[in-house]
């Protein structure tokens, strides 16, 4: 069946960029996506990509997609200690499909 | 920015008992969901509605759980029969195919069945 898996945690000092990993399963997937989840919150969007697609970058946020090995990360440069959060990969068959979602990493940010 | 709302906040209610979860999804989307994340595991998709009725329900989704868009406003999860591991955060979502691709979250409302 559908599964995505990504580590539990990432320790980062400030001012470091943060690389997230996730690899997932199902071929298929058309959309891949992370999302962000601060204490007591919901889940936000960060950013997706499209299968089709390599590499996406987005302000501070870089997506890089290996579709052959099925293999997502997420780099967050300069990170800071907003970053700190759950971030889930997660990843769909349509845009409207049901969103399948990974255990989530927790990101810390030290001084 | 328009966005999903959820309420209650937080549910707490005693095994057996009924429950009703209300979202309001984002006023012109069609597409709503519901999903749920039981304390440290993944966040698990529950069901999809679409046009008036189910487009697709996990296997968590058993005859315990029902939804309903009553109003064309809220869209509503109901448990009808509350077990002990249904406690958990549920979020709604929405979602409309306007070139966004973003299923709206909903800040969710975490249930405690005790």
């Known amino acids: 069946g559908e599964d995505v898996e990504q580590s539990l945690f990432l320790s980062v000092r400030e001012g470091d960029s943060s690389v997230i990993n996730c690899t997932y399963t199902d071929s298929s997937s058309t959309y891949l996506y992370w999302y962000k989840q601060e204490p007591g919150a919901g889940l936000q969007l960060l950013t997706y990509i499209f299968s089709n697609m390599d590499m996406k970058q987005d302000q501070r946020l870089t997506v890089l997609l290996n579709k052959k090995d099925k293999h997502l990360s997420l780099r967050i440069a300069d990170t800071q200690t907003g970053d700190s959060a759950i971030y889930f990969c997660a990843e769909g068959g349509s845009s409207a499909s049901k969103i399948i979602f990974g255990s989530g990493t927790r990101l810390s940010i030290r001084p | 920015e328009p966005e999903v709302t959820q309420t209650p906040s937080h549910q707490v209610t005693q095994m057996g008992q009924e429950v009703i979860l209300r979202c309001v999804p984002i006023s012109n989307h069609l597409y709503f969901y519901w999903y749920r994340q039981i304390l440290g595991q993944k966040v698990e998709f529950l069901v999809s509605?679409?046009?008036?009725?189910?487009?697709?329900k996990s296997e968590i989704f058993d005859d315990q759980f029902s939804v309903e868009r009553p109003d064309g406003s809220n869209f509503t999860l109901k448990i009808r029969s509350t077990k002990l591991e249904d406690s958990a955060m549920y979020f709604c979502?929405?979602?409309?195919?306007?070139?966004?691709?973003?299923?709206?979250f909903g800040p969710g409302t975490r249930l405690t069945v005790t």
């Open positions: 509605f679409y046009n008036n009725e189910i487009s697709e």
């Open positions: 979502a929405s979602f409309t195919p306007d070139g966004t691709y973003e299923q709206y």
